[in-house]
Nanobody, 122 residues
Framework: QVQLEESGGGLVQAGGSLRLSCSAS????????MAWYRQAPGMQRELVAR???????DYADSVKGRFTISRDNAKNAVYLQMNSLKPEDTAVYYCNQIIQPLQLWMDALDAWGQGTLVTVSS
């Protein structure tokens, strides 16, 4: 019914940059909050950044000033620009979108991408 497709992960040296993208497709009426989470090996999944429908944002303290989240409502897409990457940013990054389907009688869907691996070498 709804699918999220992520792209943009990879291997980068410390201090480098990457941009993650995530697009939703399917029966979508509107998308409320869009967010990026990450999960490092042996760690719990944590919120990295999120952006509301009105454009409000918040970030994990560990990425403030280095990462920027943005969204394109026309494309049902969310982006994460990651600058000044550090080895501790190494993780699988997951896109999350709270999606109201075209079938308005249905509850909003908590949709997740498949994850994209970001590896930062020292």
């Amino acid at each position: 019914q709804v699918q999220l497709e992520e792209s943009g992960g990879g291997l980068v040296q410390a201090g480098g940059s990457l941009r993650l993208s995530c697009s939703a497709s399917g029966s979508i009426f509107k998308i409320n909050t869009m967010a990026w989470y990450r999960q490092a090996p042996g760690m719990q999944r944590e919120l990295v950044a999120r952006v509301t429908l009105s454009g409000g944002t918040d970030y994990a303290d560990s990425v403030k000033g280095r990462f920027t989240i943005s969204r394109d409502n026309a494309k049902n897409a969310v982006y994460l620009q990651m600058n000044s990457l550090k080895p501790e940013d190494t993780a699988v990054y997951y896109c999350n979108q709270i999606i109201q389907p075209l079938q308005l009688w249905m509850d909003a869907l908590d949709a997740w991408g498949q994850g994209t691996l970001v590896t930062v070498s020292s």
